[in-house]
């Protein structure tokens, strides 16, 4: 059965999903999500959940960082800690560097055509023209730290305000003067709104009113308690609806707001009166964490649609019609402790981070929805085999908990399980059925869990088996394919065999270092364990006996699997990398080389026709297996070589040399090389000339390489010193000059002097030939006498 069995021979990567929000500036033009990251922005698609383009330098230790960004849909400006402005193209091309002129760092930027205007930390607002890099003016009129930089939509105005929550405006067409100040705020102004009648705009703040007003007063309008912190406000149409309710208005005005609460509220202004509040709240930091839920309300007219932007770094999109959840991103998710493939054909990813949610992307287009839950940082994630849509997780918080997958897509707590004393770092379903599930934890236990058939929502699960099993944490516990073996992996660097019922069977010692995984072989009585020793060990069931170790990490191997029926392994670790290994050899058929820290997780597809990768880089990697695309490409350049082979000879037969020649050169044939250039010089000396000096500066150089292989050889010294010089003189007066000349001439010359040394020896042992027998004739002449 398992010869029937194809190995695999070649992974690639399929996609990167990768930090592309780490907070700070965000904005939204057509489909794109302009986002900031340390020193670059990332060109975000919402439709595919993809990076389409990263505008800046790689995120390194060397990178210069980013302190905001503005853009339009054609090109970005970005702000720079070395005190520079940079302006590139959206294909991430950079066009223009100046150094700005602040006191100090740049708060907010902002882009109106050819207008760019920075408000820095000096309290100053500087307008530049993006053609000549040039300040053309310095208003000063703010106080402290710019948070608000904004252009009228419609009208040649700036507006800005600084920490003191007045909002200066400016006449742009009147050489920058001062227009009106608008004084109601307490605290600092977060956000301004324009509303479409290009007269009346609204103004949020952390004082926890909305004021109204006209451009033309001074005089708020309207102040709307709101009993929250705002961070953003953003004008809605005068005609929309949303769940329940159509709302039509000529004179109204109607705002969104968002805050420290998380909640996003609908207000009409010209009344002070909230029309809608969201009934759902996501919010992401509590109060006494110290942060605000939501930092920033972005609107799509095109599709009506309302954009979330959360403190941890979430993007949630709204129908505002509906008011449901389309679409959420993740931005950041911190480094990656474990994931696994959840739903009928692995339709999402379930991903645990450094965080108490856990994350469940659909992997179509990588939308994401959080499980909320624990109440601590989650380790370890678990889909059962015989039911995908059930995911256990383990954390921090000593508890495991069970979920359930509906067809519609939500997920929901159905089972929580609160025995351990300690964290629990690792989980596993039974293989056949969903009736049991095992956890292993710090406090050293091992506890067998039932699994109710009927599933309720937040129900207890009960502990049927407790075994103090490990001296030390256990990493990894695992049920063998037919639910009748348990195996355990602990820091103590040993692995154990425990039966259903938590009866030991056998330990496996041999590891000189912790131990992080254990795996059961799918067809044979094999275990295979990785440990911080570098090494993944193969064991008997039967016998407890190691069969073979396998080397090639140069780090700690933190998760290997079994694939391909059981005939190769797939191993990941803390170098990095991620190796294929055939088990019958022990060898090493390909490493991966993507993540540029630590792999903690590594998830297969149920298919094997790829799996996902995660680590300390905070990176997704989808790989997809390519064994199948690598043979046919093989096959086809084999095909495509016959047939070359064929036409080849067929040249030679014919005498088209020159046709031969180059044909020959293209497939990299030395010797057949050779044998073609003997012809021609057969039919003359000087045709060689006029042949090579057909060929294109390619395959003169291919010719020479061909020359200086030839010319190891005494036998044929003749045709390579007859080519090097013809393609010498074509140095001397052409446009042919092949890369490192001067390499490849000195690695001629030993050769070319051992011949020239020989055929002058050669000569001179002729010459005295010839003088010995013109010496020997008189002789002979004396003695026929």
Request: proline share 2%; glycine share 6%; hydrophobic share 40%.
């Amino acid at each position: 059965m398992s010869s029937k069995v194809k190995l695999k021979e070649a992974f690639d990567v399929d996609s990167k999903h990768g930090a592309f929000y780490t907070g700070g500036n965000i904005e939204w033009h057509q489909d794109i999500l302009f986002c900031q990251t340390t020193s670059a922005v990332s060109l975000f698609n919402i439709e595919n959940g993809v990076v389409t383009a990263t505008v800046g330098e790689d995120n390194g230790e060397d990178a210069d960082t980013i302190q905001t960004f503005t853009a339009s849909s054609e090109r970005i400006v970005t702000s720079h800690k070395s005190g520079l402005l940079k302006l590139w193209t959206r294909g991430g091309a950079l066009q223009k560097v100046w150094k700005y002129i602040h006191k100090g760092p740049i708060a907010r930027l902002v882009l109106n055509g050819e207008k760019l205007a920075s408000g820095g930390s000096d309290g100053v607002i500087r307008l530049w023209d993006l053609q000549y890099q040039v300040c053309v003016l310095g208003l000063k009129e703010c106080v402290g730290v710019i948070n608000l930089v904004e252009f009228h939509p419609n009208k040649n105005i700036l507006f800005g305000s600084g920490d003191d929550g007045k909002i200066n405006a400016w006449d742009l067409d009147n050489k920058g003067q001062l227009y009106k100040t608008y004084n109601g705020h307490f605290s600092k102004v977060t956000s301004v709104a324009f509303h479409s009648d290009n007269k009346h705009f609204v103004s949020s703040s952390r004082d926890k009113v909305l004021i109204l007003w006209n451009i033309e007063q001074n005089v708020a309008i309207r102040t709307v308690p709101v009993y929250e912190a705002i961070e953003s406000v953003i004008c809605l149409p005068n005609k929309f609806e949303l769940p329940s309710l159509k709302i039509s208005g000529k004179d109204e005005i109607f705002v969104a707001s968002a805050g420290e609460n998380a909640i996003i509220r609908i207000w009409d202004v010209t009344k002070s009166k909230e029309i809608y509040a969201q009934n759902n709240s996501f919010v992401s930091k509590s109060k006494e964490e110290g942060g605000l839920a939501i930092i920033k309300l972005l609107y799509n007219k095109d599709t009506n649609t309302l954009a979330v932007v959360s403190v941890d770094h979430n993007i949630i999109l709204h129908d505002l019609k509906t008011f449901n959840c389309i679409k959420q991103f993740v931005g950041f998710s911190d480094e990656v402790l474990d994931l696994t493939h959840m739903g009928k054909n692995d339709s999402h990813v379930a991903v645990a981070t450094n965080s108490q949610d856990i994350k469940l992307y659909e992997n179509s287009t990588m939308n994401c929805q959080l499980l909320k839950g624990h109440t601590d940082i989650v380790l370890a994630l678990k889909v059962s085999n015989a039911n995908p849509n059930l995911l256990l997780s383990s954390a921090k918080d000593n508890t495991i908990r069970l979920w359930s997958l509906s067809l519609d897509g939500s997920v929901a707590c159905v089972g929580i399980g609160m025995r351990h004393t300690g964290s629990v770092d690792t989980i596993s379903f039974c293989n056949l059925t969903t009736n049991f599930a095992v956890s292993g934890s710090q406090d050293t236990c091992v506890k067998v869990w039932q699994i109710p058939q009927k599933l309720e929502l937040n129900a207890s699960l009960y502990c049927t088996h407790t075994e103090i099993a490990h001296q030390k944490g256990i990493n990894c516990v695992v049920v063998s394919p037919n639910d009748k073996i348990i195996a355990t992996a602990s820091q103590d660097k040993t692995a154990k065999l425990w039966t259903d019922s938590l009866q030991l069977l056998g330990v496996l010692r041999g590891h000189r270092r912790g131990i992080w995984c254990i795996r059961f072989s799918p067809v044979d009585q094999v275990v295979l364990t990785s440990s911080t020793d570098c090494t993944i060990k193969l064991w008997s069931v039967t016998e407890l006996n190691c069969l073979k170790t396998i080397e090639g990490h140069e780090a700690s191997v933190h998760r290997a699997e079994f694939i391909s029926n059981g005939l190769q392994i797939l191993s990941a670790g803390a170098d990095g990398l991620i190796k294929l290994f055939n088990l019958k050899t022990a060898e090493c058929v390909q490493t991966l080389d993507q993540h540029e820290q630590r792999v903690w997780a590594l998830a297969v597809k149920s298919d094997e026709t790829g799996f996902i990768t995660g680590g300390a880089d905070s990176m997704l990697i989808k790989w997809k297996d390519v064994t199948e695309d690598r043979q046919m490409e093989r096959t086809k350049k084999n095909e495509e070589l016959v047939l070359q082979e064929q036409q080849l000879s067929n040249y030679i037969q014919n005498n088209q040399l020159l046709k031969a020649l180059k044909l020959a050169l293209r497939l990299e044939r030395p010797l057949q090389v050779l044998r073609i250039v003997q012809n021609i010089i057969k039919q003359g000396e000087s045709g060689l000339p006029e042949t090579i000096s057909i060929l294109r500066n390619d395959q003169k150089e291919a010719l020479l390489k061909c020359a200086i292989e030839w010319n190891t050889n005494s036998r044929n010294c003749q045709p390579a010193q007859l080519v090097l010089s013809i393609l010498i003189n074509e140095l001397q007066g052409g446009d042919f000059r092949p890369v490192g000349l001067s390499s490849v001439l000195e690695g001629t010359l030993p050769y070319t002097e051992r011949h020239f040394k020989r055929l002058t020896q050669l000569l001179q042992d002729l010459h005295f030939v010839k003088y010995t027998i013109n010496c020997m004739q008189p002789h002979a002449k004396h003695s026929n006498v």
